[in-house]
């Protein structure tokens, strides 16, 4: 009777195994991270890859492998020191690294954090290549929007719905006499509108803030300012 049902609870025990890896392979076939249990060294002892780092994701194109050797070089020191601090602070770390595939590079971010029984490092990573192109085209537009308006000979300002100072140009500073850093931050209304004419700036700029419209909206308009 104890060997039936010893067997049985074998049994019993393999077939909740096989059941929560069947439950892991299915998660990851629907979520776009991939899965990786590292040895403390950094050791590849499991995965669920949907073939981003190969051309087959096989078993035999990870398990045993070094997580760093899928890493492009520049990247694999950032990696390592991230690893070793899952390890020794048990904390949540984060690092950014790109690969080399068949046909283009990729950007992935890489989440690692420590097993509850300290033996593993749990990794999860997810492609980002998207976002981190975005992030480069607004850059781009960012740096060509700043070339522009540092060239410009006209103050060119811009506020939030406040009414504080959020862009200043060169030549504001140059016509206002108030640098970058000192201007950012500070309402218009109380830099560089004379104090006479406050009351009609506030009121216009609480209309336009309202509804888009004011009298000086797409005409140009001699004012005093300070």
């Excluded at 989440?111 to 781009?140: F, M, P």
Aim: proline share 2%.
């Amino acid at each position: 009777i104890i060997i039936i049902q010893n067997k049985r609870l074998n049994q019993s025990l393999l077939m909740e195994k096989k059941e929560a890896i069947d439950s892991l392979d299915a998660l990851f076939q629907v979520i776009p991270d991939q899965y990786f249990r590292l040895s403390p060294d950094g050791i590849i002892e499991d995965f669920r890859s949907k073939s981003l780092f190969s051309s087959t994701g096989n078993e035999a194109d990870f398990i045993g492998r070094s997580m760093s050797s899928l890493i492009n070089g520049e990247r694999i020191q950032l990696f390592k020191s991230k690893l070793n601090q899952a390890v020794i602070t048990g904390e949540l770390q984060t690092c950014k690294f790109d690969i080399e595939t068949e046909t283009e590079k990729r950007w992935l971010e890489a989440r690692l954090s420590l097993s509850d029984n300290g033996k593993q490092i749990i990794t999860i990573v997810r492609d980002i290549t998207d976002n981190k192109l975005t992030e480069d085209h607004l850059r781009e537009n960012e740096n060509r929007l700043r070339s522009i308006t540092d060239a410009a000979p006209n103050a060119i300002i811009l506020a939030d719905h406040a009414g504080n100072i959020t862009f200043w140009n060169p030549a504001a500073t140059s016509i206002f006499g108030y640098s970058d850093q000192q201007a950012i931050g500070k309402s218009i209304s109380s830099l560089i509108v004379p104090t006479e004419s406050k009351a009609q700036h506030d009121d216009g700029f609480a209309e336009f803030t309202k509804n888009g419209q004011g009298r000086s909206i797409h005409k140009t308009t001699e004012v005093i300012a300070k």
